[in-house]
């Protein structure tokens, strides 16, 4: 009896050790580990998002812990600022980087409300059937283009508004001109040429 059941035990066993048999169980365990390690590695990369903050804000965190700042101009009514946010703004690899780097200030160019600085008051000014924000049109240098992403140093220098959309890759090799401050040595198309991607 005790012989038929080890019999038995040994051609399950066999029957396991088949080629066919064993290259489905390791298909099954290579897929489970991918899943899973696909899936924490996904997750981490989607937990990364932009800390953005208000103008007002980010003055004060400046004040306290000097860092680059750079300000999203938006308007509700523009359609390559919302593919911005959906696409560029949400990549984690250009998040984890803005963060580390930047102050990153979301600002709506035709907000109502007003906001003082440096003890001046800036408001929101009528113009046709839309309008703009004083500081806005500061920042942008007049030029009321959207998107607007105008770059400041650390003691709040506007150093260059840069207008229009940027896709992911484009956005990291711009991020990287200010924060390693190459802009102070390398002309914006040399460091472009040698820029190396994380993307």
Not at 40 to 69: D, G, R, Y
Not at 144 to 153: G, R
Not at 154 to 159: A, F, G
Request: hydrophobic residues 40%.
């Amino acid at each position: 009896m005790v012989q038929m059941k080890l019999t038995t035990i040994f051609m399950k066993r066999k029957q396991l050790l088949k080629p066919t048999n064993l290259k489905r169980i390791l298909y099954i365990l290579a897929l489970l580990t991918g899943i899973t390690i696909s899936s924490s590695f996904t997750t981490v990369l989607e937990e990364e998002k932009v800390n953005w903050l208000t103008f007002e804000e980010a003055v004060k965190l400046q004040e306290k812990k000097p860092k680059m700042m750079f300000i999203d101009m938006y308007t509700e009514w523009c359609g390559w600022c919302k593919r911005m946010d959906k696409t560029t703004y949400k990549n984690p690899v250009v998040a984890k980087y803005v963060n580390e780097h930047f102050y990153a200030v979301k600002m709506d160019a035709e907000q109502k409300g007003d906001i003082t600085y440096k003890g001046q008051t800036f408001k929101y000014v009528a113009n046709g059937r839309r309008g703009y924000h004083e500081l806005a049109a500061t920042l942008m240098q007049g030029k009321m283009s959207y998107p607007t992403t105008v770059f400041l140093n650390k003691k709040m220098e506007v150093l260059q508004p840069i207008a229009g959309y940027q896709n992911a890759k484009s956005f990291e090799a711009i991020l990287a001109f200010f924060a390693q401050e190459a802009y102070l040595t390398t002309p914006w198309p040399d460091f472009q040429k040698n820029f190396k991607s994380s993307l």
